[in-house]
């Protein structure tokens, strides 16, 4: 999802709109919201989040009720700013795939910056990433780092063991994921880094955009990997 406070008006709006219009169609916006939040019971876990001078991101998890019990929903909030301080652009990640049990493509908000560079062990994680590397990806964790996938709840994977056995998952479609790099931020404890899913393995997919959030832990390497997208690998073991 994406919001940008320079999206054109909304279709209820083709023609010159009064102040008062506006403010009806942003409570009927506000009303729909409010009685999906009470329907589904939601609650709100504060993640992580960071603010840089122009940019930041927020991780949180949305507790609420799915069709046969409680979801967990991870969500990341990646936030442009103007130099005034007032918000620019928003998007929105996360997976559809706790809600319905299927992946939703979502394609790209950003294009790809070929000039973006990532620092240190990220650097390492990705180039091991688009290589299909897995002694070397497990290698950029901290001992007792772990993994969470898009889906989070039960599927996070802890430890060298549990690590190795997640990517070479990932990495069974005979090849690694070359990802398309389009937006960083990094206050060197934690990096969100905004990107578009094309390849997996042996296999091209449509565009997907997607952000991963890296945090570094007291021995250089990482802590945490947290993943947000809804690409639909192409694995066969499992989606």
């Not at 809600?99 to 180039?127: F, K, M």
């Not at 802890?158 to 994921?177: E, K, M, T, V």
Request: hydrophobic letters at 35%; glycine letters at 8%; aromatic letters at 6%.
């Amino acid at each position: 999802m994406r919001w940008s406070s320079r999206s054109p008006p909304s279709p209820s709006c083709t023609t010159p709109c009064t102040d008062a219009s506006r403010a009806r169609e942003r409570s009927r916006r506000s009303s729909r919201r409010n009685a999906w939040i009470a329907r589904r019971n939601v609650s709100v876990e504060d993640v992580d989040h960071v603010v840089t001078e122009r940019r930041g991101f927020e991780e949180v998890v949305l507790h609420l009720d799915g069709e046969t019990g409680r979801v967990d929903l991870p969500v990341a909030i990646v936030a442009d700013r103007e130099a005034d301080g007032r918000m620019d652009e928003l998007r929105i990640y996360s997976s559809t795939w706790p809600l319905t049990g299927r992946h939703a493509n979502r394609p790209p908000l950003l294009q790809p910056d070929p000039e973006l560079r990532e620092s240190d062990i990220v650097a390492e994680y990705q180039r091991a990433l688009a290589a299909g590397d897995v002694d070397a990806i497990v290698a950029a964790f901290e001992p007792d780092g772990y993994a969470r996938e898009p889906a989070g709840g039960q599927h996070v994977h802890r430890g060298p063991d549990g690590l190795r056995s997640f990517y070479q998952l990932l990495f069974s479609n005979d090849g690694g994921i070359p990802l398309e790099h389009c937006a960083l931020i990094d206050d060197k404890r934690a990096c969100a880094l905004e990107y578009n899913v094309v390849r997996w393995g042996r296999t091209e997919l449509p565009p997907e955009a997607g952000v991963a959030v890296y945090l570094r832990g007291q021995g250089g390497k990482l802590a945490a990997v947290h993943i947000y997208d809804d690409a639909d690998p192409p694995l066969g073991a499992r989606n």
